[in-house]
């Protein structure tokens, strides 16, 4: 067995553009006093009013902001999202198309390593879909969650070889009634 070096990461500014990432005469051209580099810089939020004309731009941000990512830049690297971050981000591309397509979302553990703020984010995001006629079936442990949920299976008693079996099914009012949910009795 060999032993693996591994490195830091590091971040190398280029000395030609200083890290702005674009020719300076790109650079020189401007929207509202913003040029491109000014822009990616932005967050969102922020560029909801920088871009208030530009209506399908506007309708993007203004979108990303309802479900949370307003803090967001334009130009962050995807690899510096957070997963709940990115679930949003990639979910909410399919409020935007126009297709009639319906879609089902197949999901497991969609609210993992989401603070509880982000959750109710996730949830506007989910019934925004729901209401143009998607569907979402996801596996899921957070009380939250399944208490807004529509229909609930909950699988049991516990995990692994002793689980597997339906205990109960229903509306969450359902599963709450039902004395051998462990499920309903958080719920």
Known sequence: MSNMLFFNDMEVVCPTCKGKRFK???????????????????????????????????????????????????????TTLSGGEGQRLKLSTSLMKKNKQKSLFLLDEPSTG?????????????????????????????????????????????????GGHIIAEGTPNDIKANQSSVTGQYL
């Open 114 to 162: 989401l603070h509880p703020y982000d959750i109710r984010y996730l949830l506007e995001l989910f019934n925004r879909l729901i209401d143009k006629g998607n569907s979402i079936i996801m596996v899921e442990h957070n009380i939250h969650m399944i208490n807004a949920s529509d229909w609930i299976i909950d699988l049991g008693p516990e995990g692994g070889v002793k």
């Open 24 to 78: 300076e005469h790109i650079l020189n051209i401007t929207y509202n006093d913003y040029n491109i580099n000014d822009c990616l810089e932005l967050s969102v939020e922020e560029a909801l009013d920088v871009f208030k004309n530009e209506s399908k731009i506007h309708k993007v941000l203004k979108l990303l902001t309802e479900i949370g990512l307003g803090y967001l830049k334009l130009g962050q690297l995807l």
